[in-house]
């Protein structure tokens, strides 16, 4: 089958679905491998960005969506959307980025880690579906735990939580305060730089006060 004619059943599949699709569903539809299939969506979504289309083909996880392209979404929000727009507190994106980082989180783990309450920020994320209840944990009381969905990747412009950027390092110090290893690393090379300097100059001064050898008197 051309490469062309794929496209198009690839881009009329996603959009008669008007939901993820996945790749195996994708793979056993066209008769091709993953990498095959991997191929051509990375050559279509070049097309659309090189086209200027309003459309753009997303990945999240092992599935693929054909989705407007989030810049123009203040022109789209309006007309096929009547409520109010979504809007993140400061808080609530620090307690969505906690639970992506650490997925089937108790809401006492959370509130360990922002030291305050979440149970307004949970709520609100559950109401807009960025994250789920993904059952019980194994601890006393049985608290539920979260996870974030599909919705948050697509938010965020992830295609799954490994895309998610690291995090820095960090280590506690004696006064039990977060001290970042990057830091630390760079503070150890100058540190080391300084005494490799100090000991060149002192070696040159020890060098300086040796005596001279006493030079031979020429026969005359």
Not at 93 to 113: D, G, H, M, Q
Not at 162 to 167: A, C, G, M, V
Not at 199 to 213: L, W
Request: proline share 4%.
């Amino acid at each position: 089958m051309e490469i062309e004619k794929i496209k198009s059943i690839i881009e009329a599949i996603l959009f008669a679905a008007g939901r993820q699709v996945t790749e195996k569903e994708l793979m056993i539809t066209l008769e091709i491998s993953r990498e095959d299939l991997e191929n051509i969506i990375l050559s279509m979504q070049e097309d659309y960005k090189m086209q200027y289309r309003g459309i753009e083909i997303i990945k999240v996880d092992n599935s693929y969506q054909l989705c407007t392209k989030k810049e123009l979404y203040e022109y789209i929000y309006p007309i096929l959307d009547k409520r109010s727009k979504p809007n993140l507190s400061n808080a609530a994106l620090e307690t969505v980025s906690i639970i992506a980082y650490n997925p089937n989180i108790t809401r006492a783990e959370i509130e360990s880690i922002r030291g305050v309450g979440a149970d307004a920020c949970i709520y609100k994320l559950l109401e807009y579906e960025l994250i789920q209840e993904a059952g019980k944990a194994d601890l006393p009381g049985k608290p539920m735990t979260y996870v974030t969905t599909d919705k948050f990747l697509k938010m965020f412009g992830y295609a799954s939580l490994s895309d998610l950027p690291e995090l820095p390092r960090y280590k506690l110090d004696e006064n039990q305060q977060i001290v970042i290893d990057d830091l630390i690393q760079n503070e150890e090379t100058d540190q080391n730089i300084e005494t490799d300097q100090n000991a060149e100059t002192e070696k040159d001064e020890v060098i300086k006060e040796a005596p001279e050898p006493e030079r031979e008197e020429e026969n005359q």
